[in-house]
């Protein structure tokens, strides 16, 4: 039977080749000379057919000559670098939990306040926040207290 194996590693071989070939065939049938250079790819690229431009370069230069009348200065204004923090303590979808929260955290003594945020698709969603402080280390003392009473708050930036 030695010659029956050997028969069957030929047949398995003559498949693979043959195989590879109409393989090698098929990518080569779809391959067309390049005929395009660079620059036609990219002026291509640059201007799909059906696309009109904005603007001419008429209208551009036009753009580019007409000069402001006088030049405007502004006052410097000053910006408070200071940045102050809050303790967020929940935040809700709906307006009215939050109100709710609003009252019971004013009613125990805290300055606190709703910030609405709108964040798209995820929906408007309505952040009871307590206090300002002026520093990070009075956000803290406040936040120990706040989680003391409420069980939830984080420390933000306002």
Known sequence: MAGGKGSEIWLIVLLVVVAAVFGVMSFSKDKSPVKASVQDVLAEKAQPSGIKPAHTEADQAAVAAVKPSSSVVMAPQVLSSKESFAVQV?????????????????????????????????????????????????????????????????????
């Open 90 to 158: 929940y935040s809700f979808k709906d307006k009215a939990r939050a109100e709710s929260a609003l009252e019971k955290l004013k009613a125990k003594g805290y300055k606190a306040y709703i910030m609405v945020s709108d964040l798209g698709a995820r929906g408007v969603w309505y952040r009871v926040r307590a206090g300002s402080y002026v520093t990070e280390d009075e956000a803290r003392a406040a936040l120990e207290t706040i989680t003391a009473d409420f069980k939830s708050g984080i420390i933000v930036t306002e």
